[in-house]
């Protein structure tokens, strides 16, 4: 499928992913924290301590597959690291065109 086909549409499973990734709190906080700094699997893991480690990995597997989170092997360590552009996507084509839209409401409101 286009891209503007996807735009059109409104259906875009990625953009389902994100939307779903964003849903939970947990992981919003997660991607705060990986906004400061990529960190390690297991710095991510200590710095959500009130969780167990596997629900922390259950909720990165979801950030991941959504490509908000990506991830490299250095050694025994996993680094992670915040991937921007699913957020500036979904910017772009739902916040961006909304803030328009209401924008142009006002101007024809004042006019």
């Given at each position: 499928m286009t891209d503007a086909a996807r735009k059109g549409s409104g259906d875009d499973p990625v953009d389902d992913l994100v939307f779903k990734a964003l849903a939970a709190p947990l992981r919003r906080r997660m991607l705060d924290a990986l906004k400061d700094e990529p960190l390690t699997t297991g710095a991510l893991c200590a710095r959500f301590s009130e969780v167990d480690r596997t629900t922390v990995l259950q909720h990165l597997r979801v950030l991941e597959r959504a490509e908000l989170v990506t991830g490299r092997r250095i050694g025994r360590e996993r680094?992670?690291?915040?991937?921007?552009?699913?957020?500036?996507?979904?910017?772009?084509?739902?916040i961006g065109e909304y803030a328009r839209a209401a924008v142009d409401l006002l101007e024809r409101l004042n006019d």
């Amino acid at each position: 499928m286009t891209d503007a086909a996807r735009k059109g549409s409104g259906d875009d499973p990625v953009d389902d992913l994100v939307f779903k990734a964003l849903a939970a709190p947990l992981r919003r906080r997660m991607l705060d924290a990986l906004k400061d700094e990529p960190l390690t699997t297991g710095a991510l893991c200590a710095r959500f301590s009130e969780v167990d480690r596997t629900t922390v990995l259950q909720h990165l597997r979801v950030l991941e597959r959504a490509e908000l989170v990506t991830g490299r092997r250095i050694g025994r360590e996993r680094h992670l690291a915040l991937a921007p552009l699913p957020i500036k996507r979904l910017h772009d084509r739902w916040i961006g065109e909304y803030a328009r839209a209401a924008v142009d409401l006002l101007e024809r409101l004042n006019d």
